[in-house]
């Protein structure tokens, strides 16, 4: 059965500090990983894509890495803001129009 | 920038009623999704759709489920007879043409509460 696993589950953390959420996953057949932000009662919004050839992937103050062997992938967050407050999920797509696997997310409080 | 827009933001119905989700998907895409998020849970996939036929669709999606294209902009989801289990927020996606990097963008979500 397809899953994706995320640790922490939540994690509270100062403005200005950086962060390291954690996926493993195992899904068949692998296309690509995603990282979403999803924001309370709002839907999900796409950080990065990375494909099984690709091991990092930044997008602003978000760098994703990917690990295909061991399938594992990691979000780093550098310089927190109060912004960055939301669920973090982590997201894999056997491609095409299939639907995507979602991880139950890191919830990340960041306090001033 | 275009958005996928879902109406209406909260629905309330008694079990055993059927309810429709309403989404607009952006303009130029032509798969769409509908996703639910059972509180406190993961999102979960349900369907996608292409063409005017279901493309997949996941254990979740049984007979009570159907989707529709009714017009040229409203992708709808119906439940035929709700159950209190039913009870979840409805996200409606939408995707340029369903390749392997395409990007999904999501509505803001119907929260549906069956009582």
């Known amino acids: 059965k397809n899953q994706v696993e995320q640790s922490p589950q939540s994690l509270i953390i100062l403005e200005g500090k950086n962060c390291t959420l954690q996926?493993?996953?195992?899904?068949?057949?692998?296309?690509?990983l995603r990282w979403y932000k999803q924001d309370t009662g709002r839907g999900p919004v796409s950080l990065t894509i990375?494909?099984?050839?690709?091991n990092t992937k930044s997008n602003g103050r978000y760098t994703a890495t990917l690990d295909a062997d061991t399938k594992q992938s990691s979000l780093h967050i550098t310089a927190s803001q109060l912004s960055d407050s939301a669920s973090y999920i982590c997201v894999v797509s056997g491609g095409g129009a299939d639907g995507l696997t979602f991880g139950k997310g890191t919830h990340l409080i960041i306090q001033p | 920038e275009p958005e996928v827009t879902q109406t209406p933001s909260h629905q309330v119905t008694q079990m055993g009623q059927e309810v429709i989700l309403r989404c607009v998907p952006i303009s130029n895409h032509l798969y769409f999704y509908w996703y639910r998020q059972i509180l406190g849970q993961k999102v979960e996939f349900l369907v996608s759709f292409y063409n005017n036929e279901i493309s997949e669709k996941s254990e979740i999606f049984d007979d009570q489920f159907s989707v529709e294209r009714p017009d040229g902009s409203n992708f709808t989801l119906k439940i035929r007879s709700t159950k209190l289990e039913d009870s979840a927020m409805y996200f409606c996606a939408s995707s340029e043409d369903g390749g392997v990097l395409d990007e999904q963008y999501f509505g803001p979500g119907t929260r549906l509460t069956v009582t």
């Open positions: 996926c493993n996953y195992t899904v068949s057949p692998f296309s690509n």
């Open positions: 990375m494909t099984f050839s690709e």
